[in-house]
Nanobody
Framework: QVQLVESGGGLVQPGGSLRLSCAAT????????MGWYRQAPGNQRELVAR???????VYADSVVGRFTISRDNGKNTVYLQMNSLKPEDTAVYYC????????????WGQGTQVTVSS
């Protein structure tokens, strides 16, 4: 069974940095796109950034120039480096991956809280 295990969330002051990690474990034959989404209270879940297996990236306009997504295919892990954090970045961050185990399907992580506050 495939699981996505996230880590790296926490409390940080405005202007600070955090790095999120998400490792896919289990019976995995291949992983295509991996990405990070976030959901703030009262809001819908939104895309933050995603990266293809070849390294092609897409970012939400609100994080361009501040966040960087990367991946280590050998470790089935995706990262999100978040710099110059703002209070409006406060949300639960979720990892998502398109995984081929016996079929292609999307898996989600359990979510990690990021709080930006002084």
């Amino acid at each position: 069974q495939v699981q996505l295990v996230e880590s790296g969330g926490g409390l940080v002051q405005p202007g600070g940095s955090l790095r999120l990690s998400c490792a896919a474990t289990g019976s995995i034959f291949s992983i295509n796109t991996m990405g990070w989404y976030r959901q703030a209270p009262g809001n819908q879940r939104e895309l933050v950034a995603r990266i293809s297996s070849s390294g092609r990236t897409v970012y939400a306009d609100s994080v361009v120039g501040r966040f960087t997504i990367s991946r280590d295919n050998g470790k089935n892990t995706v990262y999100l480096q978040m710099n110059s954090l703002k209070p409006e970045d406060t949300a639960v961050y979720y990892c998502k991956a398109a995984v081929y185990d016996i079929i292609w399907r999307d898996y989600w992580g359990q979510g990690t809280q990021v709080t930006v506050s002084s």
